[in-house]
């Protein structure tokens, strides 16, 4: 049996015993992803998190509705990376403490019909991905092949990047020095990257067949942006079991256990400023809320 105190993760009034203001150790506004991973990163830090949400339903873009006996994902139909095999799979496994399980979409996780009646189906590990494009487009192998290390190259370049911004402005010479890869990639198109490896119009539409998940065609989107789509999905496609909503329900109750709190229906209209430091945020009706000094 669970010790977790019985208690609904979120609501739209604080539950008794959670009014006091000084209760909070961090505010965090907004109940998408970022926010309730940042949250339940909090919780398991030690931390009392108050999550603000101006919607009625928390979760973002993770949040789904009822029509009739139907259950409707606003967005989420597909995430990668989320097995233990990779990092941000290990970082919502802890958060949840495994409660959030992930089903596989399948060997075959994508399925992309052309317009010229080519049809692939993306398979669910890189190998198998490199295969398929090299049976299919035998003259391009070395193309592909130089793809595929670009892809590699510039997630890892990525990794560093996030790293650097961690650092302080002081460190600013060096960062410059980690993070130029990275800036390459920023400056980059992705179509500009494909037209660089090869002259193969199908065999471009291929590799960016993905832009559809960050929602930029190649010719807008950067190489940076592809390169972490398609190293994402690298290992298959995945959706939460339950749902969408389970997402919302599992990290905001990791806020709840460590004694957090989600409000929702509290739209914050300002960050309280005092000296340049954040100090609390005024909710649209007027109400102020403020972490412990
Ligand atoms: C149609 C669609 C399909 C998608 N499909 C996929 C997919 O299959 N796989 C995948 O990995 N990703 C998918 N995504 C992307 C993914 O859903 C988002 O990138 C991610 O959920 C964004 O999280 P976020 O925390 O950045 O922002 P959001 O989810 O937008 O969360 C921000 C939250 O902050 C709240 N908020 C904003 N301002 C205030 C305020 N002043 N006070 C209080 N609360 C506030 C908002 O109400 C919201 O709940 C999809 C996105 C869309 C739109």
């Not at 029509?67 to 139909?77: A, Q, S, T």
């Not at 998940?213 to 959706?239: C, D, E, N």
Request: glycine residues 10%; contains cysteine; charged residues 20%.
């Amino acid at each position: 049996m669970s010790d977790r105190p019985v208690r609904h993760p979120w609501s739209k009034n604080l539950p008794s015993g959670f009014a006091a203001p000084a209760l909070w150790d961090s505010i965090v506004i907004g109940s998408g992803m970022g926010g309730m991973t940042c949250a339940a990163m909090l919780a398991a830090l030690g931390q009392r998190v108050l999550v603000l949400e101006q919607h009625y339903v928390p979760g973002g873009f993770t949040h789904s509705f009822k029509r009739g006996k139907y259950h409707w994902d606003v967005g989420v139909h597909a995430v990668g990376e989320v097995t233990e095999r990779s990092m941000p799979g290990r970082l919502l496994a802890g958060l949840t403490g495994r409660r959030l399980q992930w089903a596989s979409l399948g060997p075959v996780y994508d399925a992309f019909v052309f317009p010229d009646g080519l049809q692939l189906g993306f398979p669910d590990n890189p190998q198998a991905f490199r295969a398929l494009l090299h049976d299919t487009f035998p003259a391009e192998r070395d193309a592909v092949d130089a793809y595929f290390a670009r892809v590699r190259e510039v997630s890892a370049a990525m990794r560093a990047y996030y790293l650097a911004r961690l650092a302080p402005p002081s460190a600013h010479v060096l960062m410059d020095m980690f993070t130029r890869t990275a800036r390459r990639a920023f400056g980059e198109t992705a179509k500009h990257a494909l037209d660089r490896l090869t002259d193969d119009s199908r065999l471009k539409t291929v590799l960016a067949a993905q832009w559809a998940y960050h929602g930029a065609t190649p010719s807008r989107a950067s190489l940076a942006i592809q390169a972490l789509v398609t190293k994402h999905f690298q290992w298959g496609g995945y959706y939460p079991v339950g749902g969408s909503s389970a997402i919302a329900r599992e990290l905001l109750q990791t806020v709840a256990d460590a004694g957090g709190y989600t409000r929702i229906s509290a739209d914050v209209a300002q960050i309280v400023l005092e000296n340049g430091s954040a100090v609390g945020v005024r909710l649209r009706d007027g109400e102020e809320l403020a972490p412990a000094g």
